[in-house]
């Protein structure tokens, strides 16, 4: 705590010159200053509105887990003097653009950064650039350019989240495991074997009926193996006129969908199986799963819950994780890697959650110096232990758990593809999943066939298209 302190001491001294005298709602910056202040904090001109009570909108996790009532209750201690009080509220059910006027919606918003909607309507307070400036070096370029809309941020990055690999240890069969005892699993090649063999029973020492198990035609899980092979969501991210699921050599990604599928059900697994997964890992029937982090504590709970372990931390043992694994440059995964093969990184969707204020808010003060709280590195520890969410600071890594590492390596040397903040990637969800449902449902459905390259190619320009007509409609 008191490293934190001396770290938010230095944030105050830092945008004193910008607020005194700001003529935000909730009156004059400087006004909240008194003779206490000044010698608790000197020169300092940012401080709380006095007997401000801020609604702050925190997601599932954050509530369930009691992360973040006692945040607020750290944050309320450090400006009890100023009778600074935070109400933690659920973060769906808001309609800001009605809300927000009518004096309903919460002043702080703890949610993902894919609010482009908000962000256009200017129903988000913009973030000024000496918060921003102050955690250039430690939180990542990418990382504030996802609350980034026409050149202006609009919100404060905490965590990151992004699909990576989990499993039961003790669920591997012995020719898959190295000597830690961890799945050696390195290409996407080894994946398809592994899962070909649990699924085919041809290993007898474990009681799994299938290896990796995830939503394959989900955009979210597997765009990224498009995007590894050259394809892009939007120009830029931001180029509306240019969509490019046909770019490069996308089609690869497609034949990669389309073979891993082929390792599990009949069909693709579906939202509704996603659900089950946790229950049917702890039943010793999937070996893991390819999901984002928050399924981990589910995961657990449903180990502990069949009493397959008596309490979390020897569930948490259990368990391991990794970054996704390479990919053949060739695009064929049924084949085994021969010593020297050409491979590429396997690049993921994720998207940044983080601190957004209301516009409407009555306590701006109040409402900054809580995302600045939230945001340090001592909180966003505790939120990833709390959450199994990876905190987006390089200055985190060393007090992250193993899967929350893991994570975190997965978004290095340009592995992480952050989703698009513009409107107009709702557009691109639906059709989407639409065809990425054809390309797993192939080798089972005889009115499908992609076998040809170049019927891949020709449904993914299709594809671009399609959605770059939605996009002009609603102009």
Not at 152 to 181: A, C, F, H
Request: aromatic share 10%; net charge negative; with cysteine.
């Amino acid at each position: 705590m008191k490293k934190l302190r001396v770290s938010l001491v230095v944030a105050i001294l830092v945008l004193s010159s910008i607020f005194t005298g700001c003529g935000q709602k909730g009156g004059d910056a400087s006004n909240n200053v008194d003779n206490s202040a000044k010698k608790k904090f000197p020169g300092a001109v940012f401080l709380p509105e006095k007997g401000a009570t801020i609604r702050v909108a925190s997601p599932a996790g954050d509530r369930e887990s009691g992360y973040a009532y006692q945040l607020a209750k750290k944050f309320e201690e450090m400006y009890k003097e100023y009778d600074v009080k935070v109400e933690i509220v659920p973060d769906d059910g808001f309609q800001l653009e009605i809300d927000g006027p009518a004096g309903k919606a919460p002043d702080v918003f703890i949610v993902s950064n894919d609010k482009g909607n908000w962000y256009a309507g200017h129903l988000i307070m913009p973030i000024d650039p000496a918060i921003k400036a102050m955690d250039n070096n430690d939180i990542p370029k990418w990382g504030w350019d996802s609350f980034k809309y026409n050149d202006t941020y609009y919100g404060y990055p905490m965590t990151i989240q992004t699909t990576m690999l989990m499993y039961r240890k003790s669920l591997v069969p012995k020719e898959w495991k190295d000597e830690n005892g961890e799945l050696a699993v390195k290409s996407w090649n080894d994946l398809y074997a592994f899962n070909r063999g649990v699924k085919d029973g041809i290993y007898k020492d474990t009681s799994a009926t299938h290896g990796i198990i995830y939503e394959v035609s989900n955009v979210y899980n597997s765009y990224g193996l498009l995007e590894s092979y050259g394809s892009y969501l939007f120009k830029d991210g931001t180029d509306t006129s240019d969509l490019g699921f046909n770019i490069g050599d996308s089609y690869k990604g497609a034949k990669v969908m389309r073979d891993i599928a082929e390792t599990m059900y009949d069909t693709h697994v579906t939202w509704e199986t996603t659900n089950q997964i946790p229950g049917e890992m702890a039943r010793g029937n999937f070996i893991g799963t390819l999901n984002t982090p928050n399924q981990i504590r589910n995961i657990v709970n449903q180990l502990v819950t069949q009493e397959v372990y008596s309490t979390e931390e020897e569930a948490y043992e259990d368990l391991g994780y990794m970054p996704l694994p390479v990919l053949p440059a060739d695009g064929d995964i049924k084949t085994p890697l021969q010593e020297g093969e050409v491979t590429i990184p396997t690049k993921s969707m994720g998207g940044t959650t983080g601190g957004l204020i209301s516009s409407f808010t009555q306590y701006p003060n109040a409402s900054r110096l809580y995302i600045i709280f939230a945001a340090q590195t001592e909180n966003v520890i505790e939120k990833g232990i709390a959450t199994s969410l990876t905190p987006i600071r390089n200055s985190a890594y060393e007090g992250m758990t193993q899967g929350t590492k893991a994570m975190f390596e997965q978004t290095l040397d340009n592995k992480f593809i952050g989703m698009p903040t513009i409107p107009e990637m709702g557009q691109v969800w639906g059709p989407a999943q639409s065809v990425f449902n054809k390309f797993v449902d192939d080798h089972h459905d005889d009115s499908i066939n992609f076998d040809l390259d170049d019927d891949i190619k020709a449904e993914l320009e299709k594809l671009s298209k399609d959605i770059k007509d939605a996009i002009t409609a609603l102009e």
